[in-house]
């Protein structure tokens, strides 16, 4: 993830492993250093707080807002509690001032601390490794307002604490492969107890976070098995207070307790930190970098929302007023995400052909025939191919017969002129039939043909690509042929201007032009560039996609993109000498960088506005991903990549997205504008 982040220098290296969120002020805590952000004025410099006066790493932060009915009467806004390994404090801050008053370090009794826990009247709790709870009463570390409670419950892995007296706290400890549910009881004026009232079953695995939600009632949480499990917890209070004989029985315990596992949640390919509730679906981060957004709406998939550029993210806060999650990692990155009503944005689907009609062929037979290919001439017009040999317009709904030959039998490959004009269909056996539309707006279109044209050997017409209105470039089995379609019409068709022998058996998936250069994306993986005029090919790149291929190549902001189906995108830079007849040969492209994506398969590039649309499939859905904001803004379950599909967007953000599944052909629509507005958005601090 890219962006300017508010931290000083001296932090660029520092990891952040924790983070919380009081009102509208961030705390973010790296080494032993806490530094408070104003959310309000996210620009402005931060406060930097470092309450432990030897070298350690904070564990866990708490705050709480200072009313009147607290001991402090100073002017300060909050109460802060941070733990180390070894040691804790307490503070109080002026957000507006910055001032700062500490209480005294005190170190930890009986292990390495897990988390500190704020109680109301400024009281704090700390847990540790070795299942000690040690309670401290407002007035400070003094013997007769210290209680201390051992549990015997096994090493634990993470720890959440609830509650705002220590008689009504509820402490959530997680081992290995249990949750197990607390009361602190007191059972004598020096020790009491950790007593467990309720144990469950967890994922295999060391379990790194724990949250429970009471105004929900759920239970989060996260394992190193890369899940996140989701419970239904209710608790039951009995109401019982008194004090005889110097023993101290619960004000308000635990009566009882019911869990259920609501949901199991896969999808992270590394260790899983923390995942908590945010708005209406679960934010999960872990070692994978990547921050997961898993709706409650289980008809809606979970996306990668984005990530922190390859480092481990530890931990991640929501906002409920703000409506934004925070996450903090390894490479001391702190950022913050918008978060919509609805993610992802699932296309609307509506049937644009019924599939399976009769037709009788060239002997009279009668078969069955079906779509094989669909391109979109806009978002209300789509051309559409059959097993049989013929060619659909359909325009608002209505189709429209434009050719039938079943001697064809099977089109391999359809194209559209750039201006839309006319669309160029090509087949099995070197066949390029070019054909002309008209009345377009005014309901049944005009479809006349305009020529035929076969090829020099009887090749497979593998992919057609207009380079401008006047050249086109054909692929086939055994080379390239590049037309030239001026001034030609029925009596003088285009000739060949140059031929390329590719000597493989490979195919052009996508081309992009720049100048005198034409560069193409081969089917094996490999990318080429050629000049546009005289066909000398003039350079083969040596960063090359998988085997499966070369998806997509673009000119994006003065650099070259290509994507692959391995999941990853290219940048280049190319000299803008080349093609040039002064070029001079010297090395003419540079690879700038890789970058690796959330979903699997790349197949084509868009430019919208200043934005970049790369589409691809990942799994059986559709995705529509847009690098300026680094993220999937689209998806749609189309059955997957291995069918034919097309997707364009308008100059008025109407994204249209037609593919051929179980011999039907679908429509989708989607508003860029509105959702790109409307969606997760990234921002760094």
């Not at 931060?46 to 790493?57: D, K, L, N, Q, S």
């Not at 060949?496 to 560069?519: D, F, P, R």
């Not at 998806?635 to 953000?653: I, K, L, P, T, Y």
Request: net charge negative; aromatic share 12%.
């Amino acid at each position: 993830m890219s962006g300017n982040q508010l931290r000083p220098e001296p932090w660029t290296a520092q990891p952040i492993r924790v983070i919380n969120i009081h009102g509208n002020h961030l705390f973010v805590c790296g080494g032993r250093n806490v530094l408070v952000w104003s959310l309000a004025t996210p620009d402005k410099n931060a406060i930097t707080v470092t309450p432990f006066t030897e070298e350690g790493t904070i564990t866990s932060i708490s705050c709480l807002s200072i009313n009147n009915n607290m001991n402090e009467k100073e002017d300060f806004d909050v109460v802060v509690f941070v733990t180390s390994f070894y040691c804790y404090r307490k503070f109080l801050l002026n957000f507006s001032t910055g001032k700062v008053k500490f209480y005294t370090e005190i170190e930890g009794r009986y292990g390495e601390i897990l988390i500190g826990h704020l109680l109301e009247s400024t009281g704090m709790l700390v847990y540790d490794l070795n299942n000690y709870a040690v309670v401290h009463g407002s007035s400070g570390i003094s013997d007769k307002s210290v209680r201390v409670f051992k549990g015997q419950i096994g090493a634990p892995d993470s720890v959440s604490v609830y509650g705002s007296h220590w008689e009504e706290i509820v402490i959530f400890v997680a081992t290995s492969s249990s949750v197990f549910i607390c009361n602190l009881v007191t059972k004598d004026r020096e020790i009491g107890e950790v007593e467990p009232i309720y144990v469950f079953s967890q994922t295999k695995g060391v379990i790194f976070s724990i949250n429970y939600y009471p105004k929900s009632s759920l239970i989060v949480t996260s394992s190193d098995d890369r899940s996140i499990s989701l419970w239904n917890c209710h608790l039951y209070r009995d109401q019982v207070s008194e004090k005889q004989d110097n023993l101290y029985t619960i004000k308000n315990p635990i009566g009882g307790v019911i869990v259920t596992l609501k949901a199991q949640l896969e999808g992270h390919t590394s260790r899983l930190f923390n995942a908590i509730l945010a708005g209406n679906g679960i934010v999960s981060v872990g070692e994978d970098s990547n921050v997961v957004f898993w709706p409650m709406d289980e008809t809606i998939p979970h996306h990668i929302i984005g990530n922190h550029s390859g480092s481990t993210v530890w931990s991640c806060v929501y906002s409920e007023e703000l409506s934004k999650i925070y996450t903090c990692a390894d490479n001391g990155s702190v950022l913050s995400w918008d978060l919509c009503k609805k993610y992802p944005y699932e296309l609307g689907e509506s049937q644009l052909f019924p599939g399976w009609i009769n037709s009788n062929n060239s002997e009279g037979v009668c078969v069955k025939d079906f779509p094989r290919l669909v391109k979109c001439w806009d978002h209300e017009k789509f051309v559409i191919t059959t097993n049989c040999g013929r060619v659909m317009i359909v325009n608002n709904e209505k189709v429209f017969y434009s050719m039938y030959d079943l001697t064809w039998k099977s089109y391999l490959t359809i194209a559209l002129s750039l201006e839309k004009e006319y669309y160029v269909t090509g087949n099995i056996t070197g066949l390029l039939s070019f054909n002309t539309m008209s009345n377009l707006e005014d309901g049944q279109p005009v479809v006349e043909e305009k020529f035929q044209l076969e090829l020099p050997e009887p090749e497979k017409v593998m992919s057609i690509h207009f380079l401008c209105h006047s050249e086109l470039l054909v692929s086939t089995t055994a080379s390239l042929l590049k037309y030239n379609l001026q001034q030609c019409d029925t009596t003088k068709l285009p000739h060949i201007s140059l031929a390329w022998n590719t000597k493989q058996n490979s195919n052009v998936n996508c081309v992009e032009k720049l100048g005198n250069v034409i560069y193409l994306g081969f089917d094996n993986g490999k990318i080429k560039a050629y000049n546009r005029r005289n066909g000398y090919k003039l350079h083969e790149f040596k960063i090359r996609h998988s085997k499966f291929g070369v998806g997509g190549i673009v000119v994006y902001n003065d650099t070259l993109v290509t994507g692959g189906r391995d999941s990853k995108l290219n940048f280049f830079f190319i000299d803008k000498n080349l093609g040039e007849e002064s070029y001079i040969e010297s090395e003419p492209v540079t690879h700038l960088k890789t970058v690796p994506l959330s979903f699997l398969w790349v197949g084509s590039f868009h430019k919208y506005k200043d934005d970049l649309l790369v589409c691809g499939f990942e799994s059986s859905d559709f995705i529509i991903y847009s690098w300026k904001r680094e993220q999937i803004i689209g998806r749609m379950n189309c059955g997957g990549a291995h069918r034919s599909w097309d997707f364009q967007v308008s100059e008025n953000g109407t994204g249209t997205f037609t593919h051929i599944r179980s011999g039907k052909a679908y429509k989708h629509y989607v508003e860029v504008d509105q959702y790109i507005t409307n969606c997760v958005k990234v921002k760094s601090l």
